[in-house]
């Protein structure tokens, strides 16, 4: 068990974690508990609940009069923070910061009415897509409902709040002959390597930028997806916007193992030879991000001379 993680290896051999659920009127704290039969996997039930139910308090109501961006800012740093990656945690400020404080934060947190989110939520769909709209509701509703558990507030302005409607597109896939002409180009040079594994295998850009050799049994035919890697945003410090940060797959399905096909086997063993970076995908030896990735598949989409509508994701 690593420090202050409340993982324990249970007699029975399955895995226990241990999550603070609510305080009572003690002041003592009532766990919750979830059990599975393996670490990884418990590790991650426990992310998942202490970020949707961060902290509840049943106990004595404390009164805040702060704005909105005050609260914003100790939501996110004191509860949340520990509790979530810093991939998750970059992405809330980003959203935060730039598409719901320029509205809210100067506005007293009890003062805040399903009036004002409404505006929020058209003035929004000006520059967003439906999706995207809901992704930073989601968000601002959990801010205002750690105010509600901890009795900040009487209401969640966020509720009953109607949404744009989604209209999924359907993906349109590459026709034979254009796969083909892709991985033709995709085999002349090392940097084709990751639009075959793509191709190939199914996995996401981020995952192949953080695919390692080790992660691969050739003798088995097997592929291990284990992590991934994305450039996340910190809008807070100055002089640094961005940051790569290679992490564990966002969810316990994307930790997956790949069979690998005869063609992409061998494509994996040539490169191997003349690798020396313990990356797959690599640029001057050292490993790529997902957006480096996406400029090869776009210069290879230039050099077939075709206008294809399918993007590395």
């Given at each position: 068990?690593?420090?202050?993680?409340?993982?324990?290896?249970?007699?029975?051999?399955?895995?226990?974690?241990?999550?603070?659920?609510?305080?009572?009127?003690?002041?003592?704290?009532?766990?919750?508990?979830?059990?599975?039969?393996?670490?990884?996997?418990?590790?991650?039930?426990?992310?998942?609940?202490?970020?949707?139910?961060?902290?509840?308090?049943?106990?004595?109501?404390?009164?805040?009069?702060?704005?909105?961006?005050e609260w914003a800012n100790?939501?996110?740093?004191?509860?949340?923070?520990?509790?979530?990656?810093?991939?998750?945690?970059?992405?809330?400020?980003?959203?935060?910061?730039?598409?719901?404080?320029?509205?809210?934060?100067?506005?007293?947190?009890?003062?805040?009415?399903?009036?004002?989110?409404?505006?929020?939520?058209?003035?929004?769909?000006?520059?967003?897509?439906?999706?995207?709209?809901?992704?930073?509701?989601?968000?601002?509703?959990?801010?205002?409902?750690?105010?509600?558990?901890?009795g900040y507030i009487y209401?969640?302005?966020?509720?009953?709040?109607?949404?744009?409607?989604?209209?999924?597109?359907?993906?349109?896939?590459?026709?034979?002959?254009?796969?083909?002409?892709?991985?033709?180009?995709?085999?002349?040079?090392?940097?084709?390597?990751?639009?075959?594994?793509?191709?190939?295998?199914?996995?996401?850009?981020?995952?192949?930028?953080?695919?390692?050799?080790?992660?691969?049994?050739?003798?088995?035919?097997?592929?291990?997806?284990?992590?991934?890697?994305?450039?996340?945003?910190?809008?807070?410090?100055?002089?640094?916007?961005?940051?790569?940060?290679?992490?564990?797959?966002?969810?316990?399905?994307?930790?997956?193992?790949?069979?690998?096909?005869?063609?992409?086997?061998?494509?994996?063993?040539?490169?191997?030879?003349?690798?020396?970076?313990?990356?797959?995908?690599?640029?001057?030896?050292?490993?790529?991000?997902?957006?480096?990735?996406?400029?090869?598949?776009?210069?290879?989409?230039?050099?077939?001379?075709?206008?294809?509508?399918?993007?590395?994701?």
């Amino acid at each position: 068990m690593a420090k202050g993680e409340n993982i324990y290896k249970r007699k029975d051999g399955r895995w226990e974690g241990r999550y603070p659920k609510a305080r009572k009127i003690d002041g003592s704290i009532h766990y919750g508990y979830v059990y599975a039969r393996s670490y990884r996997v418990v590790k991650e039930q426990l992310l998942d609940k202490k970020a949707q139910k961060p902290f509840h308090y049943t106990g004595e109501i404390k009164e805040f009069h702060g704005r909105f961006g005050e609260w914003a800012n100790l939501w996110l740093t004191e509860i949340m923070a520990p509790n979530i990656k810093e991939s998750t945690y970059a992405s809330y400020s980003s959203k935060l910061q730039v598409h719901v404080l320029p509205s809210l934060e100067n506005r007293a947190l009890k003062k805040i009415t399903a009036l004002d989110i409404e505006k929020l939520v058209k003035r929004l769909a000006h520059s967003l897509a439906a999706s995207s709209i809901r992704i930073v509701f989601r968000i601002v509703k959990s801010c205002f409902e750690a105010a509600k558990e901890r009795g900040y507030i009487y209401m969640n302005p966020c509720e009953r709040i109607i949404l744009p409607k989604v209209n999924k597109q359907k993906v349109q896939a590459l026709t034979r002959e254009q796969q083909r002409a892709v991985e033709a180009e995709s085999k002349k040079t090392e940097q084709g390597l990751p639009i075959l594994l793509a191709l190939e295998t199914g996995m996401r850009i981020g995952e192949i930028c953080a695919l390692k050799w080790e992660d691969i049994d050739f003798d088995s035919s097997v592929l291990k997806v284990q992590r991934t890697k994305q450039r996340i945003a910190l809008p807070n410090l100055a002089g640094q916007r961005t940051k790569i940060v290679e992490t564990i797959p966002k969810t316990v399905n994307a930790s997956r193992s790949i069979p690998l096909s005869q063609k992409i086997k061998e494509a994996l063993l040539h490169w191997k030879k003349q690798s020396n970076s313990e990356y797959v995908v690599t640029a001057n030896e050292h490993s790529v991000e997902p957006r480096t990735v996406s400029y090869r598949f776009e210069r290879i989409k230039q050099k077939i001379g075709e206008e294809l509508s399918f993007k590395m994701e």
